[in-house]
């Protein structure tokens, strides 16, 4: 297994040409350049946390000759190498390769997956890698298809129930940035970095700190990631539903579709989407455990992004070598409920996400490149199962569909988004006027009073956070920056009982990923899922 050095917080400066990394290298180490055979850049992160000097910090992978030897002999490095590498903790790693075992004694019938969310790959590399079979089971279309409707929807404002940006091949994420950022330490992660760059992802998303792939990345990559599990011999069933499962003596069975196609499997990966509330509440009357949990709704608020860049970059906000600007804020208090953002996308957009008539959903996305000069983020409020008036593990439905009607009406009843000037919010006043910026929401906005379409305890906390995220980010309580509601989808709103395995109460079925709340993001996920097919590889091998 091949071994490199590694080394963190390298640091240059804002104008410095990146192949001053070598020199940087050669005194850490106190080298000569010769010495080094190659290297890579592992992370690249922005510090802008001292405007007038921003600077880009990396880690770096080296290999140098006789790197072991030469690091072998500590105590006769001098004292300034010595401290270098302290500084910089330096170390010599070894390079991750994941490795997916094969099956000895191939099961009787397929696995199955149900649905089709970004991360479930990795399930399926694993258990076609494996020598499975697996069956993909997804409800709506494939992504092109999708992207028709919803571009028909934005226009005539005409939803199709069973293709747009909740429901279809890869679900919101084909309609999201595809942040991969993650807090989890897992060096699965790095396999999974790879498989999505040779998929279509930009190389960046390697070594960048906060790692997206971007809306129109994305849909090329789900392409290509469909065909490569085809080729492994994975079977995909677009517009097929899975209606019901049948259970015998708590074992999984088999499964009924929606053209009354009976399936036996003995594993069954669920990897439905939060909005598939049908087939969650399916699950529940087949006693399949789950409880309520905390999730978060929201609002959606816009502004011009050169603003947010003055905001992050001060007067280097016009350089080229820094990415339109982000941002990730929170602000607490003793008596309201805390905010943050979430899913910020900086050059966005905000996009019509209902997947029921007369209900409205917003959500955000970015392209590759970041250009539609108005940047936007969720400013999310906690919402928990005392909220819902009901212990019962499904009662957040009906809390959702409640908010959604009362946006949809409150917006016009034609998919407009109720919209309201954050100077007019804090006042307590309608808008009736856009000042300096346009939404980027299509169907449209309809300004108006957010009090009329949000709960109260949302408002309360929204309006005492303002002023202090405004503090955090100057400018961002700016009276002409722009709230749109309501997102009330933020994450699975329920946590499936599953062991150490993977497996839920009822054997041989597989809850996984973010949906059943055991993960956060694409990432994670996906991590997630790579676990659950090394556990089901595990049991045939």
Not at 34 to 45: R, S, V, Y
Request: glycine content about 4%.
């Amino acid at each position: 297994m091949k071994k490199y050095i590694k080394i963190e917080e390298i640091k240059l400066n804002l104008n410095d040409p990146e192949n001053l990394l070598q020199e940087k290298i050669v005194e850490i180490l106190g080298i000569k350049k010769e010495d080094i055979l190659n290297f890579k850049i592992a992370k690249k992160a922005i510090d802008s946390r001292n405007k007038r000097n921003i600077i880009f910090v990396y880690s770096v992978l080296v290999n140098i000759k006789n790197q072991e030897k030469n690091f072998q002999n500590l105590d006769k490095l001098s004292e300034q190498i010595k401290i270098n590498l302290k500084k910089h903790k330096v170390r010599i790693e070894e390079e991750f390769i994941y490795e997916i075992k094969k099956i000895k004694n191939k099961p009787k019938n397929s696995p199955i997956i149900i649905g089709s969310w970004p991360a479930w790959l990795f399930c399926a590399l694993v258990l076609a890698e494996a020598w499975m079979n697996p069956i993909i089971v997804e409800r709506w279309k494939k992504v092109d298809e999708r992207i028709k409707d919803v571009e028909l929807f934005t226009s005539t404002w005409l939803l199709n129930n069973n293709s747009n940006i909740q429901f279809g091949e890869w679900w919101a994420g084909t309609f999201s940035d595809g942040k991969l950022y993650t807090l989890i330490n897992d060096r699965r992660s790095k396999f999974i970095f790879e498989e999505f760059v040779k998929a279509g992802a930009p190389e960046e998303i390697i070594y960048d700190a906060k790692p997206h792939i971007w809306t129109d990345k994305l849909r090329i990559l789900v392409k290509n990631l469909r065909k490569k599990i085809i080729s492994l011999g994975w079977t995909f069933r677009f517009e097929t539903c899975l209606t019901d499962i049948e259970i015998v003596e708590n074992k999984l069975k088999s499964i009924i579709l929606n053209n009354k196609e009976k399936l036996e499997t003995s594993d069954l990966i669920l990897a439905i989407w939060h909005s598939a509330r049908d087939t969650l509440e399916m699950l529940y009357n087949k006693w399949v455990e789950m409880k309520a949990k905390p999730f978060a709704m929201w609002v959606r608020i816009e502004h011009d992004a050169n603003l947010i860049n003055k905001s992050q970059y001060w007067d280097n906000y016009n350089n080229k070598k820094l990415w339109t600007a982000r941002y990730k804020l929170v602000t607490h208090n003793e008596k309201e409920r805390s905010v943050y953002t979430f899913c910020m996308c900086p050059g966005g957009y905000v996009v019509p996400a209902s997947s029921e008539e007369n209900r409205l959903c917003l959500n955000g996305m970015s392209e590759y490149a970041q250009d539609s000069g108005i940047s936007n983020s969720a400013l999310l409020v906690p919402v928990n199962p005392l909220d819902f008036g009901s212990n019962h593990p499904l009662a957040w439905i009906a809390f959702q569909r409640f908010w959604e009607e009362k946006a949809f009406v409150q917006g016009g009843s034609d998919y407009k988004a109720p919209a309201q000037l954050v100077g007019d919010f804090l006042a307590k006043r309608p808008s009736k006027h856009i000042w300096k910026i346009s939404s980027t929401y299509k169907p449209w906005i309809k300004l108006t009073s957010l009090d009329e379409c949000l709960p109260e305890f949302i408002t309360k906390a929204l309006r005492i956070a303002l002023p202090e995220l405004d503090k955090k980010i100057r400018w961002f309580a700016s009276s002409d920056a722009i709230l749109t509601a309501i997102e009330a989808r933020s994450s699975s709103v329920v946590r499936f009982a599953r062991d150490e395995n993977g497996e839920s109460n009822i054997a041989w079925i597989y809850p996984s990923g973010e949906w059943a709340w055991y993960a956060g993001g694409i990432t994670s996920s996906a991590i997630d899922w790579l676990k659950i097919g090394e556990s089901i590889v595990g049991k045939y091998v």
